[in-house]
C-alpha cells in the first residue's frame, strides 16, 4: 500500500512542534523531558541488545520508537518499565530515578505499558479486567478485603470509571463476557482501556497496531491521539510507518540498540542513516509493479529495485548453471 | 457379602475426619492451584506440619490442644514463607518440582530416627488426645443413627472439624470476591500484566501461598486428631490425592474441593468394601482380596485422566472457566 491509499484521517489534528532544544541530533535535549535516559545497556551473553547513551522522551506528546527487528525496542520498552534489569544505566521518570525498580513500583509512578502479546486476562470478564486496573484498591488488601463495607463504595467508583472507558472503546456490550471470548483486535483496546484506568500519566504501547484489522485501526489511532488531548504522554513502538507518520510528534529510531537518529516523523523519514538501517530506498515502491504481477507505473526509486531485482534473478540463475 | 455394612461404612466415611481432612487441604489447593495458578505439588508437607507442629507440641511441650493448633499453622506460615521466597519467581512447572522435593524433604525429617524423641520416626505419634477431649463439652454416650453412630468423642471430632471447615470455606469465600481475589484471579491469567498495572504479584503469590498452607496445615490437624500422626501417609501419593479431590469437585470453586473430597472419600470406601467382598463370593476370580485394594488405587489414577481430559472444570466448576484449557 502506497502513502497516497492510506485511509484519509477524519479530522487531522495538529502534531505538537517545538519538543527539543538544539539543534536536532540523536539524544537531543528536549524541552520538557518525562523520562530521561543515561548510559542504558543491556547485554545477553555477546549480544548487545541495548547501548543508549542519552535519551529523553518529551512530556505530552507522541513519541515512536522505531526500528529493524532486532533493534533492541522491546528491550528498552522492558527496561524502562522495570520488567528486565540494565547491566548499567540509570533513567529517570517524572524526576523519580527508575533504575532497580520493580514493573509494580514503576507502574505504581504512572508510567503504564501494553505488550507486544496482548495480555488479556483470559478467565476474568472484560468488566474485572478493567477493574483490576484501578490504583490503590482499598480491598487488595487481604484483610480488608474480607470486610466490604471498607471497599464497596470505592469499587463502585472504580466500575462506573470502568463502564465510561469501555463504552469509548466500544467494549461495554462485551462487559460481562470472559476476555477470552474477545478478538485479537478487542483485546488490544480491552489491553489499552485497562492500562488507562490506573490514570497513568505515560502510556507506552508494544506494537499497538500489530493484528488489528483496518477497520480497527482509525479508532484506536483515534484513542491514542486523544490520549494526548487528556495530557497524557504516549510513547509507542511500531512497524507500521503510516501509522508513525500520521500521529507521532516525535519519531526515535534504534538500530543495533542504538539510537541512530530521531526527529519530527516527517524529517525522520528523509534522514538517509534512517532510510538505510531501517525503511529502506524502495519504501514506497509497490512490490506487485516490480514484479510485473500488477500493471502499474514505476516512480524511479522502482525502477532502479526491478534492475536490481533483475539482476538478483540472471545471478541466481547463473549459480543454477554454474552449479549444475 | 454384606451390603448394609459396605453401605454403612460407605456414609459413614462421608463425614469422616479424614474427609474433613482432606477437604481442608483442598480447599487449600483451590487457594493455591485453582485460583492463584500455583501448581503446589507439596499439599502433603503442610498437612504433615500441621499435624506433627500440633502433636509435638503437645506431646513435648506440654501445650493445650488449640496451643498445639497454633504451632500447627504458625509452622505452616514459616513453610509457606521459606518455600515460598526463592521459589514464587519460578514459573509453573518449576515449582511443581521444587515443591514435590520440599515435600519429601519434609516427610524425610519427619521419618529420620535422628529426631525421634520428637517426631517418633517409622512409629508416628499418638496419645495427644487428653486436651482436646477434656474440653468435649457432649456428655459421654453414643449419638446418632444409621451409620453416622458415634461416641461422645467421635461427635467432638466430627463437629470441630466440620466448624473449621465452614470457616475456611467462609474466608476463602471472603477474600475471593473481594478486589484481593481479583488480582489473584489475574495472577493465574497472567502475572505480567497484573506486574505491569502496579500490583506486587510476589507478595501476592506469597499470601496466597501462605493462605492456603494453612488450610492444609488444619486438614493435618483435623486428619490426625482422632487418632495418630503415622509418617506413611504424607506421602506424595496424598498430594495427588488432594489434587484428585479438587479436580473432582471443581479448582476454582468453594463447595467443588469439599463435594470432590467427601465423593472421593465415599467411593474409596465403597470400593475398598465392595472389591474385597465381590473376590470373596466369586465375582472377581481373576484377584486376590490384596489385589482389589491395589485396583482401588490404580482406579483413582484412570478417573484423574478422565476427569482432566473430558471434564476439566470438575462437578461445579463453571464450564467457561477451564483452569487447562488456556
Redesign the interface.
Known sequence: MSSKDAPAAPAERKKTTGLHKGDIAPGVAKVDPIIIADGIRRTFGGLTAVNVDHVEIPRNAITALIGPNGAGKTTLFNLL?G?DKPDEGKWTFDGHALAGM????V??LGQ????QLT??????TVL??M???A?D??????FR??I?SL?RKQ?AEIEERAIVLLKKFKLDAKSSD?AASLSGGQRKLL?MA??L??QPTLVMLDEPMAGVNPALTQSLLDHILDLKDEGMTVLFVEHDMHMVRHIADWVIVMAEGQVVAEGPPDQVMKDQAVIDAYLGSHQDVDLGIVTGRIEGELNTAAIDLAEEVKDLDANIAKGKETGK | MDILQILSNTGSSLIAPATIGYALAALGLAMHFGFTGLLNMGVAAFMAIGAYGYAISILTFGFPWWGGMLVGVGGSIVFALILGIPTLRLRGDYLAIVTIAAAEVVRLLFLTTTFDEYTGSADGLSGYHASFRSFNPIPDGTYGFGPWEYNANGWWVRIFGITILAICAL?LW??M???????I??I???E??????????FSYKL?SLM?GGVFGAMGGIIYALPASVNPGVYVTSLTFFVYTALLLGGAATIFGPIIGSVIFWGVQTLLSNLLPALVNIGVLPFMTTTQSQTVRFILVGVALMLLVIYRPQGILGNK??L?FV?
Open positions: 518499565t520488567f520493580g514493573a509494580h513500583k507502574a505504581r503504564v505499558r501494553t505488550f495480555k488479556a486476562l483470559g478467565l476474568l474485572e479486567n477493574k483490576l486496573g490504583k484498591q482499598i480491598g487488595e488488601n487481604i478485603g474480607m466490604p471497599w469499587e470472559f489491553e485497562r492500562a484506568m490506573s | 474466608i471472603a477474600v470476591r473481594s478486589p484481593w481475589g481479583r488480582v484471579k489475574g493465574r491469567e497472567d505480567d500484566a497484573v506486574r505491569a498495572l502496579g500490583k506486587n504479584v499470601q493462605l467457561k472457566e483452569t488456556k
